[in-house]
């Protein structure tokens, strides 16, 4: 079944350190997409891509990196400099043009230690 | 002003009754419109989408939306316990080619037994 995967479901975080989560997709979209949940809010959009080896900063890059080197990849790199990194990470992917919907992966909970 | 609104809930309806949940948008250009359901501690799933004016009913679903009021609605009728959930309004950032979704910070529905 086609679908989107991330990895790890929970993943703890050390002050000052990096930490990568993982988004992989069978479904042959083109866009792909990043966004970060806190309670209470609605989805804020970290970086978006539409095609290999090109993505775009969204409203809340800031300590934030990703990369896209595959059409089915977009892994996110939480960095030392993001201070508040607790939330939950949500990577999305759609045909653009066609007007539908994101679907979205299962979602990672990052948690500072 | 938030770019979609949604009033935050919890919206509380008994079960079998209809549940109304609305959501309304600032950009007047804005081509599509989805309503997501997203359980505690889940990801987003799509439930309904609409691109024209009027009403569009799937199963126990109607959304409908009024663009000269920008707001979008979503009816739930014979309401069920597993009903209840968050209920996200994204709407297509203006005609942005890059295929973005503005994200209303969702409304909490309870359906009582």
Avoid at chain 1, 44 to 51: A, G, K, M, T, V
Avoid at chain 1, 64 to 73: D, G, I, L, Q, T
């Amino acid at each position: 079944d086609g679908g989107i995967t991330q990895s790890p479901k929970y993943l703890f975080r050390k002050e000052g350190q990096n930490v990568t989560l993982s988004c992989e997709q069978n479904l042959n979209h083109d866009a792909m997409y990043w966004y970060r949940q806190d309670p209470g809010q609605g989805l804020r959009l970290i970086y978006y891509s539409q095609i290999v080896n090109d993505f775009q900063k969204g409203d809340i890059a800031e300590g934030y990196s990703v990369s896209r080197e595959k059409k089915e990849s977009f892994p996110l790199t939480v960095t030392s400099a993001q201070k508040n990194p607790t939330a939950f990470y949500l990577c999305a992917s759609t045909v653009p043009g066609r007007g539908g919907g994101y679907t979205f992966g299962s979602g990672t909970r990052l948690t500072v230690v | 002003q938030k770019e979609v609104e949604q009033n935050s809930g919890p919206l509380s309806v008994p079960e079998g009754a209809i549940a109304s949940l609305n959501c309304t948008y600032s950009d007047r250009v804005s081509q599509s419109f989805f309503w997501y359901r997203q359980y505690s501690g889940k990801s987003p799933e799509l439930i309904m989408s609409i691109y024209s004016n009027g009403d569009k009913e799937d199963g126990r679903f109607t959304a409908q939306l009024n663009k000269a009021s920008q707001y979008v609605s979503l009816l739930i009728r014979d309401s069920q316990p597993s009903d209840s959930a968050t209920y996200l309004c994204a709407v297509t950032r203006g005609r942005d080619s890059n295929y973005q979704l503005i994200w209303g910070a969702g409304t909490k529905l309870i359906i009582k037994p």
